[in-house]
């Protein structure tokens, strides 16, 4: 327990080997001021992976499931579903790309009132190279139609990642690809959640990424990213968040 809340880990994991042992042990050892554990729960989802991710992810002592389908969103899906009571989730990604101590900056804006806490990725605390120009290119993209359609100061849509378990409820996610990370930052808005934007660094990944590693990964990201926006857009009335960022 961290603070009186319950925390849970979500891993989504496909092909990550050589780098998930690290992300569990990091995950398992980050604490409170007071030396308490600020995870109780580490599950990982492996997604439909070729490698022994899995067996890794077990062998450092995490909770690890299946979903035989890849995307993103599943992954994220599957994991959830085995979650059946907790006060707060946090998405880690499984690349090494995350310094995972800052996970308590997140947990602690949930803690100190809001209900989704984006891990935004400032030019600045950047690594050299962590993030393609297609990457960023698309994240400049989504985030101005994103402040352009609901009028809400998105920079980011950063994979790292905090929420309230019964906000997330709420929010009825469906997306199983890459729209998942933008669904859940705009049915937010559209549900009036307080949601804010927390500065964390973004590493090189171990391994290739699906997404900006290969032409086929960006263009089908880019596509789902885009056509959630708009999606969401036309499917409900438009609203303004009830606190700002």
């Not at 319950?6 to 496909?14: F, K, L, M, N």
């Not at 590693?213 to 009335?237: C, D, Q, R, W």
Request: glycine share 6%.
């Amino acid at each position: 327990m961290f603070n009186n809340h319950h925390v849970v880990a979500v891993v989504p994991a496909r092909d990550e080997a050589p780098s998930i042992a690290k992300v569990v042990r990091d995950i398992r050892v980050v604490t409170s001021t007071d030396g308490s554990p600020l995870f109780d729960r580490i599950v990982v989802c492996d997604n439909a992976s070729t490698d022994d991710t899995a067996n890794v992810a077990r062998a450092e002592g995490a909770e690890v499931i299946f979903e035989v389908h890849p995307g993103y969103g599943a992954a994220c899906l599957t994991a959830l579903s085995q979650v059946e009571q907790t006060d707060i989730v946090v998405f880690i990604d499984a690349d090494q790309s995350l310094k995972i101590d800052q996970a308590i900056d997140l947990v602690n804006a949930i803690c100190d009132g809001a209900d989704l806490v984006i891990g935004c990725r400032p030019r600045e605390l950047q690594e050299a190279g962590s993030m393609t120009l297609p990457q960023r290119f698309g994240n400049v993209i989504a985030s101005l139609l994103i402040r352009l359609i609901w009028q809400v100061p998105v920079s980011d849509l950063g994979p790292f990642r905090a929420i309230r378990f019964n906000a997330l409820q709420k929010l009825e996610m469906q997306d199983r690809g890459f729209g998942w990370t933008v669904e859940m930052q705009v049915k937010a808005i559209q549900h009036g959640l307080h949601m804010v934007e927390v500065p964390v660094h973004y590493r090189r990944r171990v391994g290739r990424s699906k997404i900006s590693g290969t032409v086929n990964g960006v263009v089908f990201a880019g596509i789902g990213i885009i056509s959630m926006i708009f999606k969401l857009a036309l499917a409900k009335p438009l609203s303004k968040v009830s606190r700002p960022l």
